[in-house]
């Protein structure tokens, strides 16, 4: 039985911050029956998302060591001493991390390229999330823009078994998404567990 598993922009990060353990087997080692898909604007997201890490991880680290030349600065007491002990120790095993999560983003891009079959938006998906959106908020675009790839793709698969996988169950989770996806013919699973136990089972 040949199935489809699509997924999105937080399986990229998941994987390059080590999120989810579980999803290395169907990543690294994909059955042979098993079509990996994702929408192509999932990679303009992750770009966007990463960046915005990054920005997260300048700022602690700017904030740590404001804290280090601060308590360097106390002159008198042992404790100031200690902090800034810890602080810089802390400091050195966060840019390390840092290092080793550009290294994993690495190593999932290069498996993305050779794993994974990416779905070119169509213009009409767009104007679907601008027309008649199935997630309603204007917060929710770019999910919804994500979402209509999908359900496109899906349509044009119709005989096919068909997975999609989302740990972001505020958006994907909703009843009407839900439908939508079933609609097509998708199994909707927000852990990599529930999909990890139904792919087993169809084999």
């Known amino acids: 039985m040949s199935i ?37 604007i999932c990679l303009m997201e992750s770009l966007v998302a990463w960046e915005n890490e990054q920005k997260r991880s300048q700022s602690f680290r700017q904030a ?6 601060e308590a360097k600065r106390n002159v008198r007491s042992e404790e100031a001493r200690s902090v800034v ?11 390390n991390l840092l ?33 008649q959106p199935s997630l309603s908020k204007k917060s929710e675009r770019r999910d919804d ?30 009843p009407v998404v839900r439908n939508a996806l079933r609609e097509r013919g998708i199994r909707y699973f927000n852990n990599m567990e529930n999909l990890q136990g139904w792919l087993q089972s169809s084999e």
């Open 99 to 131: 290092a080793e999560l550009d290294n994993r983003l690495e190593d999932v891009l290069e498996t993305l390229k050779n794993r994974v079959e990416l779905i070119e938006p169509k213009i009409e998906n767009l104007q679907s999330t601008l027309r």
């Open 64 to 69: 740590m060591k404001i804290e280090i030349n």
């Open 85 to 95: 002990n810890l602080l810089q120790e802390s400091f050195i095993s966060y840019e």
């Open 145 to 174: 823009f994500i979402l209509q790839c999908i359900l496109d793709h899906a349509s044009s698969n119709p005989d096919k078994t068909k997975a999609f996988l989302s740990e972001n169950s505020k958006q994907f989770g909703q």
């Open 4 to 40: 489809i598993l699509y997924l999105e922009t937080n399986f990229i990060l998941a994987m390059a911050k080590g999120q989810n353990g579980l999803a290395d087997k169907i990543w690294q080692n994909p059955p042979e029956n098993l079509t990996i898909v994702m929408p192509s």
